[in-house]
RNA sequence: GCGGGCGUGAUGGAAUGGUAGACAUACCAGACUUAAAAUCUGUUGGGCGUAUGCCCGUGUGGGUUCGACUCCCACCGCCCGCACCA
């Protein structure tokens, strides 16, 4: 008898397949295509857990569809382009390219051993010029269509290093290398015009069933379709009236100011000859962009001394302030506040001493507004005070379209539909991207650069040890002629955001080493994805430009019409966790925690302790994997170990595929037994004589369910439960005593049904069992309907809700006869002891319930 | 702050509104073994009871229903995203 060698096995299989080039992914009308699609990696330089689960889905799918006769297309590249590459060169010097280059080599020599069903053949990285001179070549493009253009936007600037800081080099409101208060600052940036697509994309996610609804919803709060009164203010000093947004005009005749942002016109206006609101609004422009924290910063106000006019009574006056908490980028960047039903505007009303009015109250409890605003939901109905449309009671929702009416029949405000989504600013004052290929000039101004000159490549010769960005400290790369007039011209040196990469590459996967974007051909036989797999963290942005681009590629004539929504279906999985073993008796020399590795620790009498010093150890279950928590478990030496497929078979089965897995040595091991289990069974199987010449009827039905279970479980992402019916499956074909021709072919369905999750092995035993060719080319098993049908069912008899016996009956007996078999059993006579139930719940197949 | 999600035995989890805990881990017991490992068999939500059995139990509190892990409301805790991280 053989042993289970998994390195043997894998290496063995894993040629075979590259022989027979089986996941070359060729063009071919004759069969359906199915295109499957992982979220392609950032090379960090290590693989690690999450990407083995991630593609291990994919390639679960991807076999699968092999194996129900689709011509597959599976393919993998890199992310390549973004600032690791050059915070490892400023840490330990060397170049972006190489050390990007080196991590994608790693990586790949990482990910063969795990025996996806990859076409290597159309591997790419977003760095390599072949693709990055046809994502400049997109932006040309896109800048016929008028889909580009340039504007004024905020980025955080660290005022001592003299540079941009990204969000993420933000900490706390300070430079990450300096120290320094970031300050907010404006520069000229290029834009993607996706918000002209707001409604389009907001519209077109009804039709994508088979995204999780989940992501829908947030896509659809992040576009943020609002219908509002859009109106002015006069001011009383005569001046141009300020215009106002809001999606609340019912509760107008409760404002108490009008609120303006510390970026509106008005605001910069003043500034000029105030120094006192200079100081306010310097104040109010340090700290980061992003909008957590500029919601989440104390709220400052400033009075202007200006007043306006209240549209619905000229004799009311409202001061005008400065808010730091109103975004310019929103509405008007003007509201009006109404402190009594919005909690932000009543803080700031308690805190300057505004007035706060009551426009509506609760119908049960009506009571003023104190300290905490009564924000009902639209649809409540509540009880207005004088109401100038003459409302009475009435739902918030009503009274906003009456408003909204009120106001467009007066004359003095419209109805007007707003977005919360901003156009894309893709301009990165970085190195390591993708050049934005225009020209300088001094007479033309901004200049496309002509395709014939792209790519636009990067310079090599740059250096990184000092901060900012080092295309434009170069001393001859900005040079060229001016591809309009021919004068000497400066290149841009801003890159483009990584996003913009990553927003096409599925389309570049249809023909990768085409000279333009795409070809149609290809475009038109693999697009769509049909199904896209990756993390839940990438449900809003890059899903988002990925729609918006894939349109845009459409107007070019890049893609088809039917690739405007590219991804037919998404799938969005959970992480890898791992334990934390934090010390619980002391910390480092500088007081900060000592986290042990999972090697180091070890449980003694229910307590986990440390080998070595016996010390306490905290366990914090099921944690991100991280480095500086020192719980990273390395695929490699996981594969090294145990093999691929345990690696596979694992992070498949402990959780359900959107959720979080969290790994455990003993979950790894008892993947591997399970393994040397079907092994072993197959083993036996050839190794035994014809033995029992009895047909196990038993077998051959839980062979047909567990068809029947494992489909549905890899057709519907299911793949826990598919993994439960395989374990369950095998624990009947071990106890069977079939006779072994039998088992040989309940064997072979077995290996069948596990080789989507563990290829090497089942493509072993398929050989070993006499099956013909590879198990990739056979056809997936068929349940036969007979085999599944039960005669009887065993339905519980519940008496009020609670579960006290049950019965046997033929699976279609009638209603009537299992209602008099149900009164006459034993426990139901003895509970109703002579009286008569008040009812009886008969659900045919399923359940009884006596109630009494 | 805003938006989205999750919460079930010792553990990971299963359950079209219909027997809560499938399957696996861990633990315990047994077989095999000189012994251990491996393997195989069996037990295991908590409590009460000699037992037929009874009570409790899906984060907390309410509600809808013959019946709720599942639907509704409120709360608590944790996780993800917030436009320059990828």
Redesign the pocket.
Known sequence: MSRYTAAEIESKWQQAWTRSETFKAVRDVSKPKYYVLEMF??PSGKLHMGHVRNYTMGDVIARYKMSTGHNVLHPMGF?A????AENAAMAIGGHPKEWTYSNIDTMVEQMKPLGLSLDWSRMFATCDPEYYGQQQSLFLDFLDEGLVYRKN?V??WDPVDMT?????QVEGGRGWRSGALVERRE?T?WFFKISDYSEELLDALETLDNWP??VR??QE??I?KSRGLQFSFERTDGADPIEVYTTRPDTLMGASFVGISPDHPIAKELEADNSELADFLAECRKGG????AI??APKLGYDTGITVKHPLNPDWELPVWIANFILMDYGTGAIFACPAHD??DLDFCRKYDLPVVDTFLDLDAPKPVENEAFVPPKEQKVKWINHFAGLDEATGQDAIDATIDFAEKAGWGQGVTKF???D??L???RYWGCPIPVVHCDACGVVPEKKENLPIELPDDVTLDVPGNPLDRHPTWRDCACPSCGAPAKRETDTM???VDSSWYFARFTAPRATTPTVAEDAAYWMNVDQYIGG???????LLYSRFFARAMHICGHLPETAKEPFDALFTQGMVTHAIFKNAERTDENGRAIYHYPAEVEERDGVTVVKETGEKVDVI??A?MSKSKNNVVDPVDIITSYGADTARWFVL????PE????W?A??A??AF??L??VHRIATDVIASDAGNPNEDEALLREMHKAIRDVTLGVESF?F??S??KL??FT?AL??SKASSAAKRDATRVLAQLMSPMTPHLSEEIWQLLGGEGLIINAPWPVADEAMLVEASV?L?I?I?????A?ISVPKDMPKEEVEKLVLAHE?VIR?LDGAQPK?L?V?PG??V?V?I
Not at 289 to 292: Q, R
Not at 800 to 804: E, L, V, Y
């Open positions: 990696p950032y992310d382009f973004g600032m690791p936007a980025v955080n941009v800081l990204a969000n993420e520069l940036q609804a989940k919803l947030m709060n992040w943020g962009t992003t909008e957590e919601e989440t909690q932000r919360r989504l901003r894309w600013g301009s990165r004052q955001d990584t996003f839940i963290e990438h449900a809003i942005l890059h279950p099921s991100k089965s402990d959780s359900p959720r979080d897995v969290e455990t003993s979950g091991e008892a037994k399970h040397n289990r299911g826990n439960a993994i439960a374990y369950a624990n071990a106890k065993t519980p519940q009020n809700g609670k579960r006290r049950e426990a509970t009812k719940i659900v399923r359940i319930n109630v």
